[in-house]
């Protein structure tokens, strides 16, 4: 009951408040909560329009997109409906009248979304400044090549969110 108190406790509440976008992002990634960690990237490049906002949240479509083949490759269909949920819904009335999908259908049509957006914000960043962009993509390379099996977890860490 105390550790209760604890988390509940205002300075926790505050610290959690002053987090940026990014740091908020990093910590949804790590938890599998794409739909927020897309909507606090979404944020940074709203209130802060950049190469490297373009960037975090062109990673992160690439990092559910990383997730979602890892889930299928390993035939874990019941996560990828769990994903499809995550993504879906987020409302009340959600908890009574769960959505009913398919696990495939529901993988083809978050991938081919994801990808799509990807493209066109790794474009964005592209267009602000090709040089920086061509260098993030490098990092997250080497990222993606040291941790291969949970890379879509987590962000290289000289992108310091």
């Not at 976008?21 to 606090?40: C, I, N, P, S, T």
């Not at 019941?78 to 398919?102: F, K």
Request: glycine share 4%.
């Amino acid at each position: 009951m105390e550790m209760v108190a604890q988390i509940l406790a205002p300075s926790h509440l505050q610290a959690a408040e002053g987090l940026s976008h990014l740091q908020r992002a990093a910590m949804f990634l790590k938890a599998g909560d794409y739909r927020h960690a897309v909507e606090a990237c979404q944020a940074e490049v709203r209130e802060i329009p950049s190469v490297r906002s373009y960037i975090f949240l062109t990673y992160v479509y690439h990092a559910l997109d990383g997730y979602l083949a890892h889930l299928a490759n390993t035939d874990q269909w019941v996560r990828v409906e769990h994903l499809y949920i995550n993504l879906a819904t987020g409302r009340a009335e959600d908890l009574v009248d769960p959505p009913d999908v398919l696990a495939r259908i529901a993988k083809e049509l978050i991938q081919q979304a994801v990808q799509r957006q990807a493209d066109v914000t790794g474009a964005m960043a592209s267009r602000l400044d090709e040089g920086s962009a061509k260098q993030m993509w490098q990092e997250q390379s080497v990222w993606r090549k040291a941790r291969p099996t949970d890379w879509w977890s987590g962000v290289p860490p000289e992108w310091q969110w």
